[in-house]
């Protein structure tokens, strides 16, 4: 008799909690701050700073458009995804990005001199760490360069990549 009076309860309880999440209002994300990004969404050929085409990557708004959603890849098999979200509660962008390699980026920031700048640690093989950081400008020509810098063994700084984003041109 007890473990039925428990699985009602609980049925009570769950079906409490699902009604009241499908009632309730979707958060906003029209804010100034939510939108910092949005020059980055849309269809791109990437190319590196010699000219040289170093793939595509398709950032789109997701979820109510409070998520951007990146899908990278090149002409070889490498390829890469990240959420991107702005954490209103903490006034930071977050973006976790990960890719073929198994590479795992946890990064954070915002909009600093017009630009967005996302920083963060990982971890190199055989202990220590790295940190990273990237960098996203909207160009007044509407190309986006992106600069992504990592640390060496020493914490100096140093380009991983730096390449540019032009719209692909439409089909």
Same mark, same amino acid.
């Given at each position: 008799? +007890?473990?039925? =009076?428990?699985?009602?309860?609980?049925?009570? /309880?769950?079906?409490?909690?699902?009604?009241? !999440?499908?009632?309730?209002?979707?958060?906003? /994300?029209?804010?100034?701050?939510?939108?910092?990004?949005?020059?980055?969404?849309? $269809?791109?050929?990437?190319?590196?700073?010699?000219g +040289?085409?170093? *793939?595509?990557?398709t950032?789109t708004?997701?979820?109510?458009? /409070?998520?951007?959603?990146?899908?990278y890849? &090149?002409?070889?098999?490498?390829?890469? #995804?990240?959420i991107?979200?702005?954490?209103?509660? =903490? +006034?930071?962008?977050h973006? &976790?990005w990960?890719?073929?390699?198994?590479?795992? !980026?946890?990064?954070? *920031?915002?909009?600093?001199? *017009?630009?967005?700048?996302? #920083? *963060?640690?990982?971890?190199?093989?055989?202990?220590g760490?790295?940190?990273?950081r990237?960098?996203?400008?909207?160009?007044? $020509?509407?190309?986006? =360069?992106?600069?992504? #810098?990592?640390?060496?063994?020493?914490? +100096?700084?140093?380009?991983?990549?730096?390449?540019?984003?032009?719209?692909?041109?439409?089909?």
């Amino acid at each position: 008799m +007890k473990s039925n =009076r428990t699985a009602a309860l609980l049925a009570l /309880c769950v079906g409490t909690v699902a009604a009241g !999440l499908a009632t309730a209002q979707p958060a906003s /994300c029209d804010s100034a701050a939510h939108r910092a990004f949005d020059f980055w969404v849309g $269809d791109w050929q990437v190319h590196t700073t010699n000219g +040289k085409l170093a *793939g595509t990557n398709t950032i789109t708004r997701a979820h109510n458009g /409070c998520v951007l959603r990146e899908n990278y890849r &090149t002409p070889g098999a490498y390829t890469g #995804e990240s959420i991107n979200i702005y954490d209103a509660s =903490r +006034k930071v962008w977050h973006q &976790t990005w990960a890719d073929s390699t198994g590479l795992l !980026l946890l990064l954070e *920031g915002g909009i600093k001199d *017009g630009s967005m700048v996302l #920083e *963060g640690k990982g971890h190199v093989a055989g202990g220590g760490s790295i940190s990273h950081r990237i960098t996203w400008t909207a160009n007044a $020509d509407g190309s986006v =360069r992106q600069h992504w #810098e990592s640390t060496d063994a020493s914490g +100096k700084w140093a380009t991983a990549f730096d390449g540019k984003y032009t719209r692909k041109p439409p089909q």
